[in-house]
């Protein structure tokens, strides 16, 4: 069953899954000098626009590839399920973690991280604001009648 905590954990779980596989990213635009170089062309003409925007194409591809590579890794070496932990099961440790579904995860963890952050704030400010059990905060203005 999905509760909130159990939601906000699988939450957590994925955005650290996501922030370490950009850390490992950065770690090898420091490495391999081509994933970290912007661009440009030479001269303005076609053909340098194009092997410019080419090479640009092929270190996005190459860095994305490193962070699904690296979450999917990261997913296999904890062995846990971010599908167990959002439904809340006992244990979300799964005995063969190298499989397809743990890749499909470090893909989910890399594309979605934005959204899963973003997300993260919303339902742990909804969940702070329903343990505070306060009425939602209305604007308020003082105001006085005409005076006779």
């Known amino acids: 069953m999905v509760s909130m905590d159990s939601s906000i954990a699988f939450l957590i779980y994925i955005t650290a899954v996501s922030s370490a596989a950009a850390g490992v990213t950065e770690a090898c635009k420091s490495v391999i000098p081509f994933l970290a170089t912007d661009y440009e062309p030479k001269h ?78 919303i339902v742990e400010g909804f969940k702070q604001n329903m343990n505070n059990n306060l009425p939602p905060n209305r604007p308020r203005q003082k105001v006085s009648g005409p005076r006779e």
């Open 44 to 121: 303005d003409c076609w053909e340098d626009h194009n092997h410019a925007a080419r090479l640009m194409h092929h270190k996005r591809f190459f860095n994305l590839l490193i962070s699904v590579v690296a979450a999917g890794g990261i997913f296999g070496v904890l062995g846990l399920d971010p599908a167990l932990i959002l439904t809340g099961a006992s244990s979300a440790y799964v005995e063969n973690s190298w499989q397809v579904g743990t890749w499909l995860w470090g893909i989910v963890a890399v594309f979605g991280s934005p959204f899963f952050a973003s997300l993260l704030k």
